[in-house]
């Protein structure tokens, strides 16, 4: 009852803020420096290890899912849980494993979707502790041997399924509840409030009181409306006001909630973004263990993994499934312990680092940190020649990141820097070069080139957001431009016309219903275009449309500049691109040159 009356407490009818606090700023320095965690997939479905009743997971597929792929009834998947018995669990080995591997947090699973709590809830006797002849808190002792060793401790907690309860999302084989909270005639969104009600907000409070400093919540699946999710919000940060909580809070077609953005499961950006993010990734195939799932990445890969999204800003949280005895798989921590001895040679490099400036690099990637450029070289230039483009600063000294006795040579031209190599590479899978320079390292903006049909496409990863304008991620695995609201908040682009001519300029963005008609100031070097937003869907519905033509733009330099043409008190847009076409490209197209377009 204790749990159940503070929860009510909160304000029912907050408005959804959106986003809390993804603003770099303003972030705790803990989530910004660490750029490697471990995420654990743990529960009564390891001891499956991907099979039941003779039937086998797919490979391609979760084996943490094996009840909801094989339609396990609740009562049968409660005998399996019965039987949960991870004697080999050592939270001290894990831990350690995370900490050799250079990983600083750890995310355990305390529920997935079965409904399990992998902790010791009183909210449910179906838990570790009550429910099994464990008798053990695997979180509780994680937490003890985090705190000895320095690692932050954040749990995973499935908010929307629970196939276990009656009246949460997703069982469709036990109850008639498959549409619970979409409004149905049956099972609609007060039934479903049931659930939040009575388990899920309890548990998320009992875990975020009873096990000391909580790194982060990793909420997963989303919820049907940003109030559901601004709840659980200010549910957790009410309790600890510094514990991060990832964007997968809330419903998956709207507005990101909570401090930082989840990428796709395995996704990996393609350049970097204006918030926080994290990558999380399978080490396999699976989340959970599975006895058939033995396509491991190599040690390569995941170093390869780590240096991309940390260069891009990011961090990489990399999963292991333990067996359903607590045991390691062995070529998890074959690949784990080399994994951490590149990391140990080169956590530099890593840790406390900014992205990389240039956009794509050839040759491999890059970091920051002060006046030191990190340069991971994946690609070693067959005539020694390392290029960094578009540098503005001198570089006063390059040499190996592990041997700064082997100093390299400069040559420096006015918009980029030349380092020449060794004969060979000094490390796998990719060496880091430092170049120090003179000052806090300063870029000239990329210049997009037209492509061979004459034609220009200006997307997020050439932008220059300016004002609140942020390059972000939706999670139908799209990236955009969101969060403008006024005319100081801008994005901007710098374009090289070589081959002069009439164009036609469209753009594509997603809207919602209620952005309709706000409008949008475009500016090509001297053309200047105005229109009003349309709708387009809300679930993040792309579409192209025509915004003008230029008659005659002729060879040279060009800024291009869109941004909302007067306040609003929500976002413009999702600007997804825009673009510049040649008019002889349109007619050969099929598009008429003085008719609209929609795409």
Not at 249 to 276: I, K
Not at 400 to 406: A, N, P, R, T, V
Not at 454 to 464: E, T, V
Request: proline letters at 5%; aromatic letters at 14%; charged letters at 25%.
């Amino acid at each position: 009852m204790l749990l159940t009356s503070c929860i009510e407490k909160q304000d029912k009818n907050k408005k959804a803020e959106y986003s809390n606090s993804t603003d770099k700023e303003n972030y705790p320095e803990w989530f910004r420096d660490a750029k490697f965690g471990m995420f654990i997939h743990w529960g009564p479905y390891s001891q499956l290890a991907g099979e039941w009743n003779g039937q086998k997971v797919p490979v391609d597929k979760e084996a943490e899912w094996i009840m909801h792929w094989f339609k396990i009834p609740v009562d049968e998947y409660r005998n399996i849980a019965r039987k949960f018995n991870p004697i080999k669990f050592n939270a001290k080995e894990w831990v350690g494993l995370a900490k050799s591997t250079g990983m600083k947090y750890i995310v355990l699973t305390a529920k997935h979707c079965d409904g399990f709590a992998m902790y010791h809830s009183k909210v449910t006797p179906y838990n570790i502790v009550d429910w099994t002849p464990f008798k053990r808190d695997p979180m509780k002792e994680l937490a003890q041997a985090c705190a000895e060793e320095g690692i932050k401790l954040g749990f995973y907690y499935n908010q929307k399924m629970d196939w276990d309860h009656p009246l949460a999302f997703g069982n469709d084989w036990d109850y008639d509840n498959y549409w619970a909270g979409y409004g149905g005639d049956i099972f609609h969104q007060k039934k479903y409030s049931t659930y939040l009600e009575e388990k899920a907000k309890p548990q998320v409070q009992e875990l975020m009181t009873n096990y000391g400093p909580i790194g982060s919540v990793w909420f997963d699946s989303g919820l049907y409306t940003p109030e559901q999710g601004q709840e659980f919000v200010d549910l957790v940060h009410s309790i600890q006001p510094s514990t991060r909580i990832n964007s997968r809070v809330g419903n998956y077609s709207q507005e990101l909630l909570g401090d930082y953005q989840s990428m796709s499961d395995n996704g990996l950006p393609a350049g970097g973004l204006d918030e926080y993010f994290e990558c999380p990734g399978t080490l396999n195939k699976t989340w959970g263990y599975s006895k058939f799932d033995t396509l491991w990445k190599s040690p390569e890969t995941v170093i390869e993994n780590l240096v991309r999204i940390v260069s891009s800003g990011g961090n990489y949280l990399l999963n292991i499934g333990p067996k359903g005895d607590g045991e390691i798989p062995s070529a998890t921590v074959k690949i784990f312990e080399q994994v951490g001895q590149w990391v140990s040679r080169n956590e530099e490099s890593i840790y406390g680092t900014t992205a990389n400036p240039f956009g794509k690099l050839e040759w491999g990637y890059c970091t920051v940190k002060g006046n030191k450029l990190y340069l991971f070289v994946r690609d070693w230039p067959q005539d020694g020649m390392l290029y960094i483009p578009r540098l503005k600063n001198k570089v006063v000294s390059a040499y190996l990141l592990l041997d700064q006795s082997k100093k390299m040579k400069v040559d420096q031209s006015e918009n980029q820097a030349c380092i020449l190599l060794p004969s060979k590479p000094t490390d796998n899978p990719m060496t880091v070069i430092v170049a120090e320079t003179n000052g806090s390292p300063q870029v000239n903006p990329m210049i997009v080139l037209q492509t061979e049909d004459g034609s220009m496409n200006l997307d997020y990863q050439k932008a220059i957001p300016h004002g609140k304008a942020m390059r972000r991620f939706n999670r139908k695995g799209g990236y955009h431009i969101s969060k403008w609201t006024g005319p100081k908040d801008s994005v901007e682009w710098f374009i090289h016309v070589d081959k002069a001519g009439a164009f036609k300029v469209s753009v594509e963005y997603g809207a919602k219903k209620e952005w309709e008609g706000r409008r949008f100031e475009l500016v090509v070097g001297n053309s200047t275009f105005s229109m009003p937003v349309q709708y387009t869907g809300d679930w993040f519905d792309y579409f192209k449309f025509p915004v003008g033509y230029i008659e005659h733009l002729s060879a040279g330099d060009y800024k291009v500049t869109i941004r909302p043409k007067e306040s609003n008190d929500d976002y413009l847009m999702w600007l997804r691109s825009i673009s510049i076409s040649p008019v002889e490209k349109i007619k050969q197209e099929g598009w008429g040159v003085n008719e609209d377009f929609h795409k």
